[in-house]
């Protein structure tokens, strides 16, 4: 049973007493223990408090005093020694911008006087760094000298914790360095200290949006705009965040505020461009690329971005495509001088060391092609796996794909010349390229040729345009024999299957076909924007006014604004009713797959078809009609198809796109029995049909490497179909 009330003040009374003399007399060690048994009595007891921040004075440990003052303040705030003892060990700890906010809340609750007028003098001289230090800190940054700046912004933030500038060239510094989390971390401590600088948030919001945190990001960078309307790099960033998120109509809005500052402002065109290509406005898209090339003929993202959108336009043909392509590649070759010496060995039996280079290492539709195959050929103990991957947000997938990778390398951070010289290092025999001219690809480094035999595979559906790729990867039913080798600076290497497929283990079953209950076909896309244009909201709309009781979903749609509503005024002025068709936003996957079950046929885009959308509607038992075009982009479904046994399903011009459909809702016992199976016969997630896809992609590597030990070039060849990759 506890003492009374009255005996507990008695007792902290006396230990309090017996601290203060033990204190007085020197016996430091005794004093801290009675005023801990003060508080173990009275925990607010604002002397005791005062007492152990005195010991930790004493013991030169200002920092660790600090949290004693705070509470012995806040039980006794009318006390105005705690105050100036409190500030005073704030000033040795240099926790200035702190000492500043204490002696605002002091001087809000009356207190004055001369000792109070002493700290704000000496905070004015010792909370900052001295406008000398400071310019010649920036002045070594904008020289490029950035060991010397980091080195002084170090002892900066040493010197003054709590001022932004050090923070600030701190995080400059590292993120040059691409030490992206370290600079995020300085950066944070700059915008903390220095919450109104429009700049420091503006590249915070950069990093934030870097590191997937992309609603702090947009929080961030709304705030820069609004401290200072004229700062184009904060709307550029806002823009680009928005991007992600899925609200392009907002970003769309973002960078039109970056061009109205600056027209020609490069970033504000590289921004608009993803962003007008994302929203399907895939010309205005193009002449935006054109423009901020016009002015930065190297920029080598905004080059290779306009490529991709440009294989998404009918506009233009195969031939022009593989010319914009080549000089992208020349482009390269006119700056870097790619290297022939290698140190490899010339075995050909020996166990060959294969490097992946991708961003898309990650939650991402990649993944799913990825997956399978890491898994069995880690398993070959003819192969070494080496993974360079290049994206700097790692997850659940990332995790699952090491797992598979004998030597997985985080590079994100490193600059050409350092991942050139790790490539080589490692001794890679055969590097592949797994991104093309999509996003956070290293095509630099391929430029380069740190790898004997360079490879493109699975990424980009068309030639990189580099002169140091050798070969291009491809699947058998995608491109015809003879007829497109002369659309790409790679040999062509024909496999049965371009790649396994892993689908989602949270698919749910397969549904029964809904027409039979509806009485109607129901159509669905799930592709992204940027693959339906005006041309094929045409021709979806005469199969729909082919068979009137039909309806449309439309799914995949951005999040928040933007979008559906232009699809909507094209299906309209098609004289498409809009009560026979629905839109929906992204979501989950799960929620993705599940509605496939509202769905009977699939319709596909062009002139760039679907890859992963096909495939996981192929698993939920719906097909997709498709019509195929003259480039791999244009025939990715068909060859899916073909592996399918569902060739009935290509069409080959907007006619027989037509009439294919009207046939197929014309024989819904078909089409159920097609959905009833596809899930059970498919060769690229059977185990018999992933295996076999594995020994053919083991077998191309293979011939490719005795080919260069024997000193041969480059030369397409084909490998041989196995029977687990025929469709039954």
């Known amino acids: 049973m506890p003492p009374p009330t009255d005996e507990l003040q008695t007792l902290a009374d006396e230990a309090l007493h017996a601290g203060l003399n033990e204190l007085e007399a020197g016996q430091f060690e005794q004093a801290g223990a009675l005023f801990r048994a003060v508080l173990e009595l009275q925990p607010a007891r604002a002397e005791a408090h005062f007492g152990l921040g005195m010991l930790e004075r004493r013991a030169g440990d200002a920092g660790a005093a600090i949290p004693h003052f705070a509470n012995a303040l806040q039980a006794a705030p009318e006390e105005a020694s705690y105050w100036i003892v409190y500030l005073d060990a704030l000033m040795e700890a240099r926790q200035y911008a702190t000492a500043r906010e204490l002696i605002a809340l002091g001087r809000s609750q009356g207190l004055e006087g001369p000792e109070i007028d002493a700290f704000e003098q000496q905070l004015d001289r010792q909370g900052a760094p001295s406008d000398q230090r400071i310019e010649a800190a920036g002045a070594l940054y904008a020289k490029g000298k950035k060991e010397a700046a980091g080195r002084l912004a170090r002892k900066l933030t040493e010197e003054f914790p709590q001022h932004p500038f050090g923070w600030k060239l701190l995080s400059g510094v590292l993120y040059s360095q691409r030490d992206f989390p370290e600079a995020l ?202 993974a360079y991957y290049t994206h700097p947000v790692q997850d659940d997938t990332t995790a699952a794909l090491r797992s ?118 129901t159509f669905g896309s ?18 729909l006014r082919a068979l009137p009781n039909a309806r449309l979903v439309v799914a995949g749609m951005p999040v928040e604004g933007g979008g559906h509503e232009q699809l909507a005024s094209w299906l309209q002025e098609e004289g498409i009713d809009a009560a026979r068709t629905s839109f929906h936003p992204r979501t989950g996957t799960p929620d993705y797959l599940a509605m496939h079950g509202g769905i009977d046929i699939c319709l596909d885009t062009f002139p760039y078809t679907g890859g992963t959308t096909t495939l996981f509607a192929l ?55 097609v959905r009833a199976t596809l899930r059970k016969r498919s060769p690229l997630w059977t185990p018999a049909g992933v295996g076999a896809i594995v020994d053919a992609f083991e077998y191309a590597l293979r011939h490719m490497w005795e080919r260069w030990c024997a000193g041969l070039p480059a030369e397409g060849f084909e490998v041989p179909a196995q029977h687990p990759l025929e469709p039954d």
């Open 185 to 386: 971390a300085a950066m944070s401590k700059a915008a903390q200290y220095g919450p109104d600088d429009a700049e420091t948030l503006c590249n915070l919001g950069l990093m934030l949006r870097g590191a997937g945190q992309l609603d702090d990001a947009k929080s961030v960078l709304e705030r820069a705009a609004a401290l200072d309307p004229d700062n184009i790099n904060a709307y550029n960033h806002l823009a680009a965040t928005l991007q992600e998120m899925g609200r392009p109509t907002e970003a769309l809005a973002a960078v039109t505020a970056a061009l109205a500052i600056d027209p020609e402002d490069t970033g504000a065109l590289a921004s608009i461009a993803v962003i007008l290509d994302n929203l399907g406005r895939a010309d205005e898209a193009v002449d935006a690329y054109r423009r901020l090339l016009a002015r930065e003929p190297n920029h080598s993202n905004a080059y290779g971005n306009m490529l991709f959108c440009m294989s998404h336009m009918e506009r233009f043909t195969p031939d022009e495509l593989f010319a914009e392509h080549v000089r992208f590649g020349q482009n390269f070759a006119s700056r870097i001088k790619a290297a022939r010496k290698w140190t490899n060995t010339r075995e050909p039996g020996r166990p060959i060391r294969i490097g992946f280079v991708s961003g898309d290492l990650r939650n991402h539709a990649v993944a799913s092609f990825i997956a399978p195959m890491f898994r069995e050929l880690g398993k070959r103990p003819g192969l070494a796996l080496h």
């Open 404 to 521: 598979h990778v004998a030597h997985w390398r985080e590079v994100s951070a490193l600059e050409d010349d350092a991942l050139e010289a790790l490539i080589r290092k490692d001794g890679i025999d055969i590097l592949v390229d797994m991104s093309g001219h999509t996003a956070y690809n290293r095509l630099h480094v391929f430029a380069r040729k740190p790898a004997p035999i360079q490879v493109s595979w699975l990424g980009y559906p068309g030639t990189t345009g580099l002169a140091t790729m050798d070969y291009y990867l491809y699947d058998r039913h995608l491109l015809p024999r003879g007829e497109y080798e002369h659309l790409f600076t790679e040999a062509l290497v024909r496999i049965p299957v371009g790649s396994a497929f892993e689908p989602n283990a949270e698919a749910p079953e397969v549904t029964p076909l809904p027409a039979l209950a509806n009485g109607y076909l």
């Open 526 to 543: 799930f592709n992204r924007l940027s693959k339906i244009s005006r041309e094929v909201i045409a021709l979806w709309s005469e199969l």
């Open 619 to 673: 698993y939920m038992g719906v097909p997709t009609l498709s019509l195929a075009g003259r480039s791999i982009a244009g025939r990715q479904t068909a060859a899916l198809l073909a592996h399918h046994g569902l060739q009935d399903f290509v069409a080959r011009d907007g006619a027989d796109f037509v009439a294919k459909g009207i046939a197929a809702s014309k024989d819904l016992a078909a089409l159920a029995q």
